[in-house]
């Protein structure tokens, strides 16, 4: 949205570099747009559909769903190298969204595990499986109701820092907590 | 130009290259070859204008046993003759300048509307004419003909199949994280004539092809949770045969093509594969553990399937027999991390992922003695795949940290990079021989 600020509050002619901007925007997928979160339909054995999915779709972004607060706007837990217990340091966010649950058990969470890049892309599937499941485990053990709890594992094909070093490694190591709808 | 001029032009690039079809085109480059590679002539070939389209048959060919790393071509500004037909061929003179063999041939337009190539094989060093190959196609599969030539002509010399007339499927990521765009492509092996099979905003990845090269397996996280597709290659249609809680991961096809082994968690997390009989959708469990089981496939004479777990504490290889109640055999022993097995045609190797030396790379055991060789060198290599005549593995590397795709040959004397002009490619599977 930087290109949108730096050409808003100038003359009339400037409103067709404005469309081309916007197009541009929204061609690239770049323009997310946030249309009310769908929870998955319910497993069908087969289904056919035709053709191709439209490539320049956006995915929708929860990131704003959710309760506000210190620890309850931490949606990211963080784990070590092939491990997948959680550490210390994520407890009291883990406490807190524990809480929050509870107190609101129509509220669902979908807990989307990850992997850093490292090895296999389906083993990985299976290393942001079990640190889901770890969350999941967690958050059970403090009241939450298996119903308000689902996990995904994207492994490594969703990271969060593209780095082939340490640091990105240990940001894509995670299990992102995403509030739905 | 001022900035916001910039900023137009450079808005005004993102879109063109945005609606170009042409995105994520791959180019081949030998990064290594054998020391004493044969020296070939392929001859320009006589041509049939316009109804070869204006493509240089003989260029392709040239190209084709060239990537082998096994072929050195003559340059064509030193060839003083162009002759057309072997009985036109002065094996003298071509062995003079060096060659081994000389490649002759001609495009002819056939009634109909097709187009036919013949070529022919002079062995200058005996002066031995081999009869050689034809291949009659439609004008748009010209290309794909010219391949045909080649495998001939590579069976010819080396004594064993060429594949090049055959395709690959791989995944392309374009974009940063979190909005990145995932493309699954099919080429021919060079990379050329790519064609997009399925797109999305969410992750696809896993293809594996039927063993008729017509459908591609994948999975795709189009619905926010993974699911496995079936698509047919040439009409798209698109089947979903499974998409049920939890993982839906790893197909790969048995070899009469009516079973998927598929990787399953379920709700509770624990990953285990199964066989899923695709014109039923009856399903059948084959393992049952609280380790990660994954990346099954199947042994060529589909009596067993090799796969991923990580039962013993880390990832190795495993081999459960079809049809009997023996628990899994382990494979691998060599290093702490081998993963994504992948079995010769004729059965006797298995290609993997290993970690080694601090990096992940590609190796091949030997089925029979349980040897190790590793053939690739780099850190984070993956998703290696047997050409179909057992000679090659494609897999996927890293170049200036981005992904491409590379080739070896089994021996690990040769091997290739296949280059994207934008964006990573990763996860190739090469395709069968075609009928």
Known sequence: MTILATTTGVQMKNLVLIAVVLATLTLLGACKSKPPEQPPAPPAPTSDTSGVEDPNASVDDTASMGPSGELLSKRIIYFDFDRADIRADSQSVLAAHAAYLTRSPEQKVRLEGHADERGSREYNIGLGERRGQAVRRALALQGVAESQLSTVSYGEERPAAVGSDEQSYGQNRRVEIVYLK | ?435
């Open chain 2, 1 to 435: 130009m001022n900035e916001r001029m910039k900023k137009l032009v450079t808005c005004l690039l993102l879109l063109s290259a945005a609606a170009s079809p042409a995105f994520a085109q791959l180019r081949l480059t030998i990064t290594s070859g054998v020391t004493d590679p044969i020296p070939i002539a392929v001859v320009p070939f006589g041509r049939a204008v316009p109804a070869d389209g204006g493509l240089d048959v003989a260029q392709v060919i040239q190209r084709d046993l060239e990537s082998t790393g096994r072929f050195k071509g003559m340059a064509r500004t030193d060839m003083v003759f162009t002759p057309t037909t072997a009985a036109e061929v002065d094996a003298a003179g071509w062995k003079q300048q060096r060659n081994d063999y000389v490649v002759v041939g001609r495009v002819s337009a056939q009634p109909g509307g097709q187009v036919r190539i013949d070529a022919e094989l002079v062995n200058v060093l005996t002066g031995q004419r081999i009869a050689g190959p034809s291949s009659v196609a439609q004008p748009a599969s010209l290309r794909f003909a010219a391949h045909r030539i080649a495998d001939a002509l590579y069976e010819k010399i080396i004594g064993v199949k060429g594949a090049f007339a055959t395709r690959i499927a791989y995944v392309s990521v374009d974009g940063k994280p979190p909005s990145q765009r995932y493309e699954l492509y099919v080429a021919d092996s060079d990379g050329a004539n790519r064609v997009r099979i399925a797109a999305s905003p969410m992750p696809i990845m896993s293809p594996a092809w039927s063993p008729d090269g017509e459908w591609l397996a994948y999975v795709s996280f189009e619905r926010r949770v993974s699911a496995i597709f079936v698509q047919h290659r040439r009409s798209g249609k698109k089947t979903m045969v499974s998409a049920r809680a939890g993982i839906n991961g790893a197909p790969s096809y048995s070899p009469d093509g009516k079973k998927l082994a598929i990787t399953l968690s379920g709700s509770n997390g624990n990953l285990d594969i199964y066989l899923l009989e695709l014109a039923s959708g009856k399903l059948t469990r084959l393992t049952d553990d609280p380790g990660i089981d994954t990346e099954a496939v199947f042994a060529p004479d589909g009596n067993s399937v090799y796969f991923t777990s990580d039962r013993s504490g880390a990832p190795q290889v495993y081999r459960q027999a079809l049809g009997s109640s023996e628990r899994p055999r382990r494979i691998t022993f060599t290093g702490g991390y081998n993963a994504r097995p992948r079995i010769s045609p004729d059965g006797k190797q298995l290609a993997l992922l290993t970690l080694n030396d601090g990096g992940y790379r590609i190796g091949v055991q030997d089925l029979t003695n349980g040897t190790l060789q590793v053939l690739s060198k780099g850190r984070l290599e993956e998703s290696p795949s047997f050409a179909p005549n057992g000679a090659m593995l494609i897999f996927a590397g890293r170049e200036r940290g981005q992904g491409v795709l590379q080739t070896v040959s089994v021996d690990g004397q040769t091997s290739a990079r296949l280059d994207a002009d934008a964006g990573e490619v990763r996860e190739p599977v090469w395709g069968p021989f075609l009928p």
